[in-house]
T-cell receptor, first 111, second 115 residues
């Protein structure tokens, strides 16, 4: 069974479009995260939710909106996509300790 | 502010040789420290972690790391590298803002293994 899954794995879209990435974890964890990995492989946290409540919100354009319908799911919606949004987006989850389990990533390409 | 430095962007070793990847952190208190590995096109897999206690920690795939408070370092080692170890390696520290749930990553070290 996949612990942290993301859909889609690849996403190619035009500038200005709106898209969503979905994440699900079956580990029973309370906390979920979104990270962005840029073209130089640099990883930076974007958001974190604990039991559906936003607890970390880094300096991210408000075109990015996370939504957590329940503690097992954390989706990322991106409005008005820009070229600079092209990256790999990773979802992760954790429980009481800060050991995080990562999903396989979603490679977003904005043309 | 917390930060993590991985001084080596790219390292190449021969298969069977020993390996040490360097990681230095900037942090005011005892940190939570991690090493993750990312194979091409894959997600991140946790190799090992340090929270407290014994400063030499063992991880998966034969890796170990040593926490040295005096040097603010958490270097990753492996006595004999296998070709399958070729990957990107990330050191990370857990930041207290966000209840230590916020991981700050280094820029990564890409490991290439020669046969």
């Amino acid at each position: 069974d996949t612990a942290v899954s993301q859909t889609p794995k690849y996403l190619v879209t035009q500038m200005g479009n709106d898209k969503s990435i979905k994440c699900e974890q079956n580990l029973g964890h309370d906390t979920m995260y979104w990270y962005k990995q840029d073209s130089k492989k640099f990883l930076k946290i974007m958001f974190s939710y604990n039991n559906k409540e936003l607890i970390i919100n880094e300096t991210v354009p408000n075109r990015f909106s996370p939504k957590s319908p329940d503690k097992a799911h954390l989706n990322l919606h991106i409005n008005s996509l820009e070229l600079g949004d092209s990256a790999v987006y990773f979802c992760a989850s954790s429980q009481d300790l800060p050991e995080q389990f990562f999903g396989p990533g979603t490679r977003l390409t904005v043309l | 502010a917390q930060s993590v430095t991985q001084p080596d962007i790219h390292i190449t070793v021969s298969e069977g040789a020993s390996l040490e990847l360097r990681c230095n952190y900037s942090y005011g208190a005892t940190p939570y420290l991690f090493w993750y590995v990312q194979s091409p096109g894959q997600g991140l897999q946790l190799l090992l972690k340090y929270f407290s206690g014994d400063t030499l920690v063992q991880g998966i795939k034969g890796f170990e790391a040593e926490f040295k408070r005096s040097q603010s370092s958490f270097n990753l080692r492996k006595p004999s590298v296998h070709w399958s170890d070729a990957a990107e390696y990330f050191c990370a520290v857990g930041s207290p803002s966000g209840g230590y749930n916020k991981l700050i990553f280094g820029a990564g070290t890409r490991l290439a293994v020669h046969p």
